[in-house]
T-cell receptor, first 117, second 115 residues
Framework: AQKITQTQPGMFVQEKEAVTLDCTYD???????LFWYKQPSSGEMIFLIY??????QNATEGRYSLNFQKARKSANLVISASQLGDSAMYFC??????????????FGGGTRVLVKP | DVKVTQSSRYLVKRTGEKVFLECVQD?????MFWYRQDPGLGLRLIYF???????EKGDIPEGYSVSREKKERFSLILESASTNQTSMYLC??????????????FGPGTRLTVL
């Protein structure tokens, strides 16, 4: 079974609207971390946001927020007020085990977002 | 700012050639990683290293080897390149400890084509 599943291969969003990117994960560890990365067409991977499994609050970073539903094993990324520069590939990733165990990441297949003016 | 550099952005090699992909980071990170990225599959971990001269297999190590002789440098080696190794290769680094989380910092990638 896939450890990280992103079911939306691609999506369009209107500029200034919010968009939600889905991510579900599978792990039997109690301690884990969830990351979102952005990859523009230039190719570099940009870290966006992190959620720890024990964090009680949903993570937020500027226009990015993570809708963490632990029981459902989902960690959806919400981008508010989309901008043209948000057009990119977005990857969800998981680190299993504690930080001390090292931070190997498992990535999902990605979602391509295209923001329309 | 952390900087991770990779020796080439684009590389074209022939089947059977030995290929070296070099990665250098300038922030004294303990951890370094090599991934390959293919459409629809996301990034898959090939090898990683927690320290100099240490290496561990990732999810798809077959056909690859690595070398970490210095802390800042992590090399990926394709001993005998094959066409199914045509892909985008991404190097990343991260701190070993000391923060609540340790995000990985990525290089710009090397697009390798094996003919």
């Amino acid at each position: 079974a896939q450890k990280i599943t992103q079911t939306q291969p691609g999506m369009f969003v209107q500029e200034k609207e919010a968009v939600t990117l889905d991510c579900t994960y599978d792990t039997s560890d109690q301690s884990y971390g969830l990351f979102w990365y952005k990859q523009p067409s230039s190719g570099e991977m940009i870290f966006l946001i992190y959620q720890g499994s024990y964090d009680e609050q949903n993570a937020t970073e500027g226009r990015y927020s993570l809708n963490f539903q632990k029981a459902r094993k989902s960690a959806n990324l919400v981008i508010s007020a989309s901008q043209l520069g948000d057009s990119a590939m977005y990857f969800c990733a998981m680190r299993e085990g504690s930080k001390a165990a090292g931070n190997k990441l498992t990535f999902g297949g990605g979602t391509r977002v295209l923001v329309k003016p | 700012d952390v900087k991770v550099t990779q020796s080439s952005r684009y590389l074209v090699k022939r089947t059977g050639e030995k290929v070296f992909l070099e990665c250098v980071q300038d922030m004294d990170h303990e951890n370094m990683f090599w991934y390959r990225q293919d459409p629809g599959l996301g990034l898959r971990l090939i090898y990683f290293s927690y320290d100099v001269k240490m290496k561990e297999k990732g999810d798809i190590p077959e056909g690859y080897s690595v070398s970490r002789e210095k802390k800042e440098r992590f090399s990926l080696i394709l001993e005998s390149a094959s066409t199914n190794q045509t892909s985008m290769y991404l190097c990343a680094s991260s701190l070993g400890s000391g923060r609540a989380y340790n995000e990985q910092f990525f290089g710009p990638g090397t697009r390798l084509t094996v003919l």
